[in-house]
């Protein structure tokens, strides 16, 4: 087994001898070990052994033993803000190293294993650092002035809330490295990250760039492991609390783990988001963007906009013009600039996709553009695939396929379509294309904790990233997300009027 070749040495390095990171020592895991693959060719890269639920309890203890000992507390804000500073400039001098490892064993297009999972979560980083400094709106420390019924005044202390699993997903890594261990550390608390056994090489390189950063020994943590692992990590009586990305049926078992100690749990699960066609917008001007961004990474994203909403009087046109993008679409090789459409992660996780569309054209849904696979020997390829005659209660349009899956469908008038839009369990995010006004409007009846309008824009760092419904509880980024890993504590005494 071996990498491709097309890993730098330096990006070798990074991953050499992936292990578990333990208190500052690096250590095989003590279980089977999972093969790592490479999507786009199906070729096994490497073997790495797994962690044992003891190692993992080991983490759990070195973060617990850090966080109380007050190796990272004790540091000044402004200590904590330059270490994670210098993490930020690890990663943006190893960009392109952890680009290429990230298109090696995910499968990610690198174009956006570029933007959206590298620079993107560099400058969050960046953004986290500077509150690691700043601290919390209202500062650490709050003074409360005399309330006039209760008679006392006091004060509102804010400060970490302690150990936090970090529990991350394969798709977009980066990103949840830093909007998970990266804001507990910029808290002041300590972490255990454990990454998604299907990429576990990009945790190795962050974890390594954190060490280089100067993050002291116990304070950031690395896991490699499965279910049983991450079981000790939801339910030991060291971890305060529990931050994970992934699937809901994974999602609830976390939950339910995390209960038998009341841990805090912060979850970003599914999506089954709408992208909105308003009256009078013409469906040549959306349908190539509308289409691009569900496709992008093959669909593997929680906030795909997965369901068109169109006029019904554009309709035909509507699917006449998907049927030209997507043939337009490349499906292909993800080390390629210009490929649109990379790998999906597993064999067996297309299968399930396939499954999801054979079951819809069983069904009686119509093929309107793209389906079927491409003419690609190796690797888990399968074209893009947009689906028509279905009706909104079809499994195809309530449940998350996670794979370039789209479906259109037609509405008749606003009030139906909101209520269209509104028809899922989920609500992560949406989009609407349309006038300004007229779009905003509709924005506010979406259930949804995120609607961009005509395309919107990047994630913001500022702004609390979340989702309505079953897609999660508490947010990742913002104030919010910063607060979610806070404890607050009222210290009030009486003041005499």
């Given at each position: 087994m071996s990498f491709s070749p097309r890993l730098s040495d330096k990006a070798q390095l990074l991953i050499e001898k992936p292990k578990c990171f333990i208190d500052g020592s690096w250590q095989d895991g003590l279980e089977a070990p999972a093969t790592v693959f490479d999507p786009a060719t199906g070729d096994a890269l490497l073997d790495v052994p797994m962690a044992s639920p003891a190692q993992a309890q080991l983490a759990v203890d070195a973060a617990r033993n850090a966080f109380d000992d007050g190796r990272w507390t004790g540091l000044s804000p402004e200590d904590q803000s330059r270490v994670l500073h210098r993490l930020a400039d690890l990663m943006r001098d190893n960009r392109d190293e952890l680009v290429s490892i990230f298109v090696q064993e995910g499968g990610c297009p690198k174009s956006l294993a570029e933007s959206l999972n590298t620079d993107l979560p560099i400058e969050h980083l960046r953004w986290l650092a500077d509150k690691a400094a700043a601290g919390p709106e209202g500062g650490w420390v709050q003074e409360l002035d005399r309330h006039p019924w209760s008679g006392t005044a006091g004060l509102l202390q804010r400060e970490p809330i302690g150990v936090v699993s970090s529990l991350c997903p394969y798709n977009v890594p980066y990103i949840a490295y830093v909007w998970k261990a990266g804001a507990a550390l910029a808290a002041g608390c300590t972490t255990i990250i454990m990454p998604s056994p299907r990429?576990?090489?990009?945790?190795?390189?962050?974890?390594?760039?954190?060490?280089q950063a100067g993050v002291p020994p116990g304070v950031l943590n690395l896991i490699l492991g499965g279910p049983e692992a991450g079981k000790v990590l939801t339910e030991a009586d060291g971890v305060d609390m529990v931050t994970f990305t992934g699937s809901n049926a994974v999602g609830a078992m976390v939950t339910t783990q995390a209960a038998a100690s009341a841990k805090r749990?912060?979850?970003?699960?599914?999506?089954?988001?709408?992208?909105?066609?308003?009256?009078?917008?013409?469906?040549?001007?959306?349908?190539?963007?509308?289409?691009?961004?569900?496709?992008?990474?093959a669909g593997q994203g929680c906030a795909v906009t997965s369901r068109t909403f169109v006029p019904r009087e554009?309709?035909?046109?509507?699917?006449?013009?998907?049927?030209?993008?997507?043939?337009?679409?490349?499906?292909?090789?993800?080390?390629?600039?210009?490929?649109w459409v990379?790998?999906?992660?597993?064999?067996?996780?297309?299968?399930?996709?396939?499954?999801?569309?054979q079951r819809a054209i069983s069904g009686?849904?119509?093929?309107?553009?793209?389906?079927?696979?491409?003419?690609?020997?190796?690797?888990?390829?399968?074209?893009?695939?947009?689906?028509?005659?279905?009706?909104?209660?079809?499994?195809i349009c309530q449940e998350e396929q996670f794979g370039p899956v789209g479906v259109l469908?037609?509405?008749?008038?606003?009030?139906?379509?909101?209520?269209?839009?509104?028809?899922?369990?989920?609500?992560?995010?949406?989009?609407?294309?349309?006038?300004?006004?007229?779009?905003?409007?509709?924005?506010?009846?979406?259930?949804?904790?995120?609607?961009?309008?005509?395309?919107g824009g990047p994630l913001?760092?500022?702004?609390?990233?979340?989702?309505?419904?079953?897609?999660?509880?508490?947010?990742?980024?913002?104030?919010?997300?910063?607060?979610?890993?806070?404890?607050?504590?009222?210290?009030s005494w009486p003041v005499p009027s």
């Open positions: 990429v576990p090489l990009t945790a190795v390189a962050f974890t390594r760039l954190a060490e749990v912060v979850l970003e699960l599914g999506g089954k988001s709408p992208n909105i066609i308003l009256p009078g917008v013409s469906a040549k001007d959306v349908v190539s963007a509308s289409l691009h961004r569900l496709f992008r990474n554009i309709y035909d046109n509507y699917a006449e013009l998907a049927a030209e993008v997507v043939a337009e679409m490349k499906v292909g090789d993800p080390w390629e600039d210009d490929t990379g790998p999906l992660i597993r064999a067996e996780h297309r299968d399930r996709v396939e499954g999801f569309v009686g849904a119509k093929i309107l553009a793209g389906g079927g696979r491409p003419d690609i020997e190796k690797g888990y390829f399968m074209n893009p695939v947009l689906l028509g005659n279905v009706q909104i209660t079809d499994e469908l037609p509405y008749d008038s606003l009030d139906e379509m909101i209520a269209l839009a509104n028809n899922t369990r989920y609500g992560l995010n949406a989009n609407i294309w349309g006038e300004h006004d007229e779009a905003v409007k509709i924005a506010m009846k979406i259930n949804s904790g995120n609607v961009t309008i005509n395309g913001r760092p500022d702004v609390s990233f979340g989702g309505y419904k079953q897609s999660g509880n508490g947010t990742e980024m913002g104030e919010r997300g910063f607060e979610e890993f806070l404890e607050y504590k009222h210290i």
